[in-house]
């Protein structure tokens, strides 16, 4: 089976301006979710999407958003960026949502913002 | 709330020594903790897990056993290689909040 993909792997971007991250999970998994890492504050939860519907949300302000598509495809967008928002942005799929779940990491999108 | 607390590194080895990496967890009940390794420009690796207490979970040599008298999931291997070099990271599932939570992340080198 392939492994999770996500698109672009590098972006660079400016302050004030928006971003849209893809993400497309292992085939027949369900749910993905979205983690931010950075050197400072390491990796943190931003949101979980199963079956189309967000099931979970990390405490990201409203600039951060996401949704998942039928075929379980996800992307994610960030609005009027800030310089903080550089980061690391990784994907996990999941067969399914809970703990008994393994998830399956991208190799993420390195954004960049200036 | 529930948190991962991990030995600080960088940890420096010679090849064939023998690892541990400490991990300790505070959580509400009992939820599955996981061994992750991120390779240089990669995403995240699985490593190991373990759903529940005195569980050993296991792969490519590592090994880590869920104790909940010390709430602890220790990472150990007892012959390392150049190629184990990366940096690993202890997890635990909360199931509140629906989400993985991380340690911060242990950097290991190994020298041939």
């Known amino acids: 089976k392939a492994g999770v993909t996500q698109t672009p792997r590098y972006l660079i971007k400016t302050r004030g301006q928006q971003v849209t991250l893809s993400c497309s999970p292992i085939?027949?998994?369900?749910?993905v979710s979205w983690y931010q890492q950075t050197p400072g504050q390491g990796l943190q939860f931003l949101f979980e999407?199963?079956?189309?519907?967000?099931?979970n949300k990390g405490n990201f302000p409203g600039r951060f958003s996401g949704r998942q598509f039928s075929n379980s495809r996800s992307e994610m967008n960030v609005s009027t960026l800030e310089l903080g928002d550089s980061a690391l942005y990784l994907c996990?799929?999941?067969?399914?949502?809970?703990?008994?779940?393994?998830?399956?990491f991208g190799p993420g999108t390195r954004l960049t913002v200036t | 709330g529930n948190s991962v607390t991990q030995m600080e590194g960088p940890v420096t080895l010679s090849e064939e020594a023998f690892l541990t990496i400490n991990c300790t967890y505070t959580?509400?009940?009992?939820?599955?903790l996981f061994w992750y390794v991120q390779y240089p420009g990669e995403g995240l690796q699985l490593l190991l897990k373990a759903t529940k207490a005195d569980d050993k979970g296991s792969n490519k040599g590592f090994e880590a056993t869920y104790r909940k008298e010390t709430t602890s999931f220790h990472l150990e291997k007892g012959s390392v290689q150049v190629s184990d070099s990366a940096v690993y990271f202890c997890a635990l599932y909360d199931n509140q909040g629906g989400k993985l939570i991380f340690g911060q992340g242990t950097e290991l080198s190994v020298k041939p």
């Open positions: 959580a509400t009940g009992y939820p599955s």
């Open positions: 085939s027949g998994h369900r749910s």
């Open positions: 996990a799929s999941s067969p399914g949502t809970g703990g008994l779940y393994e998830q399956y």
């Open positions: 999407y199963f079956s189309e519907t967000q099931r």
